[in-house]
């Protein structure tokens, strides 16, 4: 909704007593309080020449034509209008009367957006964000010069929210683009683009932290974050270093029932940006290579039941059938240490690493499967167009209390048919968690079934309860099916 703005001008405040002098009055009232209070000797510039900068301004002078409008209109249906309802008997069942009734009928309506671009080549390609010209039909980029072109969509990545435009120009300034992966936290950030549509505009912030993940926004994330103010239309804007070198590509805010900025927001790192773009240029698509594992990330409590408090990796919480991993040898609760000699962090990093590498690429994985450290080679395939969703646990803890509050039953055939699991499945399926147990902070659901504890297969009930009685541990690793893929979970 939009608020009316109120200007309000500084009232003159005219004295009566002023006003019943004379000139020659108010010269003898000026004289009286200039031989009252001294003359000020003010110094004035009067020379045109800059002053000094020690602030942004070179660096956004350069930078500001390289980053543009963007407006895009997509076209929907919406019912609008009354048109005679049909004369026909099915109509007059739901509607009822002759015929003659007024419905609602479909009609085109134009939805309109606004976001950023960054000139990337001077000869017209640019970056935006997928959002900000998903479903459009009509794409348009206003340069910083006011002149504006059609812009032809290239290819869009949905998974890393990047979108490739393409415009009929030339001789265009064109980003300078940093290695994003020097970037650190405390490094100056200059966000720049066209937020609410009030034109172009340069926020100030820093680096906040790098490597965000998790957060749900896209598929792939490894988010610069920063409190330079990003608002709604800075979306596809740059975000640049203090040389106005691009750092990253603005595209989402944290915000908590406000539209504006908190003070959090992230963009995609330019390595990134920079190589979706290259294969959008060359093939029209992205495609990633595949390795076929669900990921999890290695917990204090899942280190500590894998005996190694300080364990680090990514845990192979499930192997997809047929995919390099399980023709390599790969198997449900390894822990992946290294890929090709680089330390893998976590879940997300693994995933980003594999995701950045070509089908038909061969790696080396340094995994660790029942405390030794063994080597595997893996042919990576291209990612399938529909990729088996990562199933994430909820808040994972350590408690004393292990599986109070948890019940379970062995599983039968008819219930693992439910459950959309083999009929010849085995283990024991949650029928009720109590939330305030250890085991629902942990994230185990009804309808979980429980295929292993403390890495001991467990067929029925008579099994789990001995597994259990057999932790003397403050924790216990749950090998879990959920709706067809495994994970662990540390209780």
């Known amino acids: 909704m939009h608020k009316e703005k109120f200007w309000r001008r500084p009232q003159a405040m005219l004295l009566a007593a002023a006003l019943a002098l004379g000139i020659g009055g108010a010269c003898i009232a000026a004289d009286q309080l200039g031989s009252q209070h001294p003359t000020l000797d003010l110094k004035v510039a009067t020379s045109d020449a800059a002053p000094s900068r020690l602030g942004f301004a070179p660096v956004v002078k350069k930078v500001l034509p390289e980053v543009v409008s963007v407006s895009s209109t997509m076209v929907s249906k919406a019912p609008a209008g009354n048109e005679q309802m049909p004369d026909d008997p099915l109509f007059q069942q739901f509607f009822g009367g002759n015929g ?13 957006a606004l976001g950023s671009g960054v000139i990337m080549t001077p000869d017209g390609y640019l970056l935006t964000n997928n959002h900000v010209v998903d479903g459009a039909t009509d794409v348009r980029v206003t340069l910083s010069d006011k002149r504006e072109f059609k812009a032809k969509v290239v290819g869009t990545d949905p998974k890393s929210d990047i979108a490739v435009l393409k415009i009929d120009a030339t001789n265009l300034p064109n980003i300078t683009i940093a290695n994003s992966a ?25 680096v906040s932290a790098t490597g965000r993940s998790h957060l ?13 103010p990003i608002n709604p239309g800075n979306s596809g804007g740059a975000l640049v270093n203090d040389r106005g070198e691009l750092i990253g590509i603005n ?23 920079r190589s979706v773009m290259r294969q959008i240029v060359a093939n029209g698509k992205v495609t990633r290579a595949y390795l076929g594992i669900v990921p999890q990330d290695v917990t204090p409590a899942m280190a500590k039941a894998f005996g190694d408090a300080d364990l680090h990796g990514a845990l192979v919480g499930d192997v997809s059938p047929n995919s390099p991993a399980q023709k390599s040898g790969l198997e449900t609760g390894d822990i992946v240490l290294s890929v090709n000699g680089k330390p893998v962090a976590d879940s997300n990093d693994l995933r980003m690493t594999i995701s950045q590498m070509a089908p038909d690429t061969s790696v080396k994985l340094q995994v660790l499967r029942n405390g030794s450290e063994r080597e595997f080679a893996v042919k990576l395939a291209e990612l399938p167009t529909t990729e088996a969703a990562a199933v994430h646990p909820g808040r994972n803890g350590s408690h ?28 024991v399926v949650v029928t009720n968690v109590n939330p305030a147990s250890a085991a629902a902070d942990a994230g185990l659901k009804r309808g979980d079934v429980i295929q292993q504890v403390n890495r001991k297969p467990v067929g029925n009930t008579s099994d789990f309860e001995t597994a259990v009685g057999n932790s003397k541990e403050d924790s216990t690793l749950l090998l879990v099916n959920r709706h067809g893929s495994t994970l662990f979970l540390a209780v």
């Not at 020097?182 to 820093?206: E, H, K, R, S």
């Not at 595209?251 to 940006?273: C, K, M, R, V, Y």
């Not at 509050?405 to 459950?419: N, R």
């Open 251 to 273: 595209t989402a805010i944290l915000s908590h029932g406000s539209e504006g900025n908190q003070g959090i927001g992230f963009a995609i790192p330019s390595d990134e940006a």
């Open 400 to 427: 004393n209390s292990v599986l109070s509050g948890v019940s379970v039953e062995t599983l039968d055939a008819d219930t693992a048919k439910q459950l959309g699991l083999p009929a010849s499945s085995l283990g």
């Open 216 to 228: 749900g926004i896209e598929d792939y994330e490894n988010f610069i974050q920063t409190d330079a």
């Open 182 to 206: 020097n970037v650190q936290v405390g490094d100056y950030a200059l966000a720049i683009g066209n937020p609410f549509g009030v034109g172009q505009t340069v926020t100030m912030g820093i």
């Open 100 to 112: 003659n009734r007024q419905f609602q009928a479909p009609r085109e309506q134009r939805e309109k």
